[in-house]
């Protein structure tokens, strides 16, 4: 694999992308929206009511206690509002993990998609470049926003709520070594893996505004994929973590291969020109 | 070395036969314009050359080397204009042919340096910053051209070269064709439906129809071909009402009169020997002729015949000049 010819791929299509409004706003808006708004709209209202005031309800099961005890030291000492706090931050930390799915699903459909509506894909299949290479391109320019965005969203989020849980917990929640492992990890095999899956649907579909309905399809599994992990982790152990991000791995290696067989000349002149 | 050679190459798409038993031999620093319909097979066998699509029976040797396990070094060693010019929109003409550039392997210093002199080739160089997307038709396609030579191929495919050009920028890249033709010994495989491009341009001539190769030669070639379809015109100042009977008498079949314009088109069997009789015998018969005139067959008439013989061209389908 020749990486100047994939340098190349990935430098123009970060260029063309970085010029649509279309892209530009999503890229940032998704973060954002994920980053800030959502936190501020679920967490704020529960932060804002007077500790005293507070009704905690029944306590939470032993494996709630087992497991967060481990998260933050003083579990026990912190009341029932910072306990659903910390609860509901981790909730909504997956949600900011929704990023790196539903970012590519935007990015892949205007760089592979956009590549044959705009009728550009036959001069890119004429040229040199290997179908391997054609398609790691096409993965790293979707993956780089989406993972740069997941990054940015996750740090203003950690932001976000270590201040305002921090009253409640006397300690930081994020970025813990859980959330990093997601950030790091788990996001870009998921960033992969949706690109992927819409070089995939690139076949079944004439343009751009195709593929983003489509893809809302692809995002749905991947959503089911991210909290079955998550749930993974919490209730079983760290070792099904391991194996989760294993399958994740196979996974992407499996739909690289599908996809590098998408961009086989003769049937990419057929399906995709 | 020959720059194309095929040998019975053909491609189905499930039961059509798109191109059948092509058989081709382009030598170096030739240029070869490929003539035919839509849907007679041109961009197909472009396709095959170039490694975008495999022959289902025959093969062929492009540079030298065989397109059946070769394709990477033959797309790497020619350049390939496609129908549409297909440039990036939103990117400058210049992170257009950079692009390129790099997928090509073209040296990092020699890039830049390339860049200014193709566009000063192509007379485009005030458009050099601007994107894409705002250039006219004929400047995409100027720009197209150029990103198809950039790498400095040896043999170079084009797809309806001019097809959206004004005649002032055909005209430069006839020129630049010509020129890299002789001063550099590259070779042009052109697809096209601009016959008198194709007469003006080319070595030699293909024509194509239902994938069926129907006539090849230089433009010389097939006018001699057809030479006894060279059609004589007599313009006379005043018309006679006996010219028919006159021509009829020569036995010289008539292929049009026409009695306003005061002309008789003519065909004769041998034009060198009998011109100068009729001259004079019309001369002597008090016809007061103006004017006499040979009209060769045009490639374009060539073409049209062949093209008919072989029955109404199909419809396009969209595996072909799509």
Known sequence: ?273 | MLAVETKNLTKMFHKLKAVDGLNLEIKEAEIYSLLGPNGSGKTTTVRMLTGLLRPTIGGARVLGLDISDNLQEIRSRVGHLTETPALYERLTVRQNLDFFAKLYKVPETEIKPRIEEIVDLFELPEKLDEPAGTLSKGMKQKVAIARAMFHEPELIFLDEPTASLSPESAKVIREQIIKLVKKEKRTFFICTHNLSEAERLSSRVGIINHGRLVAQGSPGELREMRKDETVTVFRFSTWESNTKEFFADMKIEIVEQNQEQKYVSVIIKDIEKQTPSIINSLTKNNFQLVEVKHEFPTLERIYLEFVELEGVPREENNMEES
């Open chain 1, 1 to 273: 694999m020749d990486l100047g010819r994939v340098k190349a791929i990935v430098k123009k299509d970060l260029r063309e992308m970085f010029k649509s409004k279309y892209i530009l706003s999503a890229v940032i808006g998704m973060p954002i929206l994920f980053a800030i708004f959502i936190p501020l709209s679920t967490l704020y209202p529960l932060v804002a009511i007077d500790s005293n005031e507070f009704e905690g309800g029944d306590e939470f099961p032993d494996y709630f206690k087992d497991l967060f005890s481990q998260v933050i030291p003083n579990w026990d000492s912190t009341g029932a509002q910072g306990q659903i706090l910390v609860i509901m931050s981790y909730i909504m930390y997956i949600v900011v993990l929704l990023i790196p799915i539903i970012l590519p699903a935007v990015t892949a459909s205007e760089t592979i998609i956009g590549e044959k509506e705009r009728k550009t894909m036959e001069a890119l299949l004429a040229s040199p470049l290997s179908e391997a290479e054609l398609v790691t391109g096409k993965i790293l320019s979707s993956f780089i926003p989406s993972v740069a965005g997941t990054a940015f969203a996750a740090i203003i989020y950690s932001l976000i709520t270590n201040i305002m849980i921090y009253p409640f917990t006397n300690s930081l929640l994020f970025l813990d070594a859980l959330s990093l492992v997601f950030l790091f990890v788990i996001a870009p095999l998921l960033s992969i893996l949706s690109v992927e899956l819409m070089i995939l649907i690139s076949t079944r579909v004439t343009s751009v505004r195709d593929a983003y309905q489509l893809g809302s399809l692809v995002v749905l599994p991947l959503m089911m994929l991210i909290i079955g992990i998550v749930v993974s982790y919490f209730f079983i152990s760290v070792i099904a973590l391991i194996g989760a991000v294993a399958i994740l791995l196979t996974l992407c290696a499996i739909f690289f291969k599908i996809a590098t067989n998408v961009f086989d000349r003769e049937r990419a002149i057929v399906k995709l020109v």
